[in-house]
């Protein structure tokens, strides 16, 4: 008994053109698995431990006292948590209100108030993993010093950070 008959069917059975289909189908399956289910790290490495500064201007007292009250609390972006914590919110509150140009005033002398007496500059530490050694993103977000952030999280959102540090952690 040979593997191949006259008609062309293995083990008389089916046919190699059927078989080679199969074979195709299934390896397409299996490439799309392994892209669904396989690692999300891809080319860019396997993430990297990082710790960061992000500070706020002009937080009222309350929001301050709401968000020492929840830390640790975990970053959120696109109704997803990150594997990232804000670990530490330290306060200055602002005893007189500060003054800066606005932003395309020109010569125009124009003030704008940047944030009122009462209200607390918060510095956040944030700690968390970047996924993508080659873009720096957490979430949707680059992790650039200078670069304009929103601390986000499962319980509180404060709009119009600024990072003013970040330390890669390298592995031991």
């Known amino acids: 008994m040979s593997v191949i008959d006259k008609k062309g069917r293995i083990f008389g059975k089916l046919n190699i053109i059927d078989l080679i289909a199969i074979l195709l189908i299934v390896a397409v ?3 799309i698995g392994y ?3 396989g690692s999300d790290e891809g080319l860019a490495g396997s993430g990297q431990s990082v710790v960061y500064t992000v500070e706020v201007k002009g937080v009222e007292p309350e ?3 709401f ?3 929840n830390l640790p609390s975990q970053l959120t972006a696109s109704n997803e948590m990150l594997d990232a914590y804000v670990t530490a919110a330290e306060g200055t509150l602002i005893e007189e209100d500060i003054y800066s ?3 395309g005033s020109g010569t125009s002398g124009e003030k704008i108030i940047r944030a009122e007496a009462g209200t607390y500059d918060v510095v956040f530490t944030i700690e968390g993993t970047v996924k993508d050694n080659l873009s720096s ?6 992790i650039r010093v200078g670069k304009s952030h929103i601390v986000k999280t499962t319980l509180f959102e404060l709009e119009g950070g600024v990072i003013t540090s970040c330390e890669r952690i390298v592995a031991q």
């Not at 993103?137 to 680059?142: D, R, V, Y």
């Open 29 to 31: 399956l299996a490439l």
């Open 67 to 69: 968000i020492q009250d």
């Open 101 to 103: 140009l606005e932003a």
């Open 63 to 65: 929001v301050y006292d």
């Open 137 to 142: 993103k957490l979430g949707t977000q680059e």
């Open 35 to 37: 892209k669904l289910l």
